[in-house]
């Protein structure tokens, strides 16, 4: 089925083609980050803010070649992404997160409306979902755990199983390097789905109305047929 398909592990080398890809196939769509507004296509934070958002979203995902894309033999084209990172007990204090998820509920009125809205988002994302490494692992009682961060499949290879078979070779390769569970966080209608599909069991389920900033707004306007967001894991061993 997927004859014409390579699947690698990427370095940080993909960095700037993952990135791009990105920006055109998940930032647009995924109802978080449409909500912020950060990442329209005439938004100027999409080059102020790209050493930050690529700090979340991308570079820690290919330091140590933990995540997987699919590439079109023909065009080299990138068809699909399942970035993630693996995350150990030990690892607790040696990362902290960036300086403006920390401080981004008292620098507001110094951040455009976006970019607030963007990095609340991001943070309110590990409080009420739990999707943290270390939170996940106190949960699960394991030591050893791999974070299924973005899932991401470009339009024309939609409806192929390609977003399936990215999750199934992520797996395999969590597997392999020895991690007890796999957690992702399920923004979208259709990549909770897959996840489903192959028998992720649910942690925590928020209702995106209930994901509100410090003053009890509704920071996510724009979630369109997306209703909640879900953590959810397997077992791996």
Not at 41 to 59: A, E, M, R, T
Not at 63 to 76: F, G, P, T, W, Y
Not at 163 to 186: P, W
Request: with cysteine; net charge negative; proline share 3%.
């Amino acid at each position: 089925m997927f004859e014409s398909i390579s699947f690698i592990h990427p370095g940080t080398e993909w960095g700037e083609r993952i990135w791009d890809f990105l920006l055109v196939h998940y930032f647009p769509h995924e109802p978080i980050l449409r909500s912020s507004g950060a990442f329209k296509s005439d938004s100027w934070l999409l080059n102020w803010g790209k050493c930050l958002f690529y700090s979340i979203f991308v570079d820690k995902c290919l330091r140590e070649r933990n995540s997987i894309i699919a590439i079109d033999d023909e065009s080299q084209d990138i068809l699909g992404v399942k970035l993630g990172y693996i995350a150990t007990i030990a690892d607790h204090g040696s990362e902290a997160p960036h300086f403006l998820l920390e401080w981004v509920d008292y620098v507001s009125c110094l951040l455009p409306n976006s970019l607030f809205k963007a990095l609340m988002c991001e943070k309110l994302v590990g409080i009420l979902l739990r999707y943290d490494p270390f939170l996940a692992m106190e949960d699960l009682d394991c030591h050893k755990i791999y974070m299924g961060e973005t899932l991401c499949v470009a339009e024309m290879a939609r409806g192929q199983g390609l977003g399936s078979e990215l999750v199934q070779r992520s797996l395999e390769h969590s597997r392999e390097q020895r991690c007890e569970f796999y957690l992702v966080s399920a923004t979208g209608l259709y990549s909770q789905r897959i996840y489903h599909s192959l028998e992720f069991q649910v942690m925590k389920i928020v209702r995106y109305d209930e994901f509100k900033d410090r003053s009890g707004l509704t920071v996510i306007d724009d979630a369109q047929e997306h209703t909640h967001a879900q953590t959810m894991f397997k077992a791996i061993l």
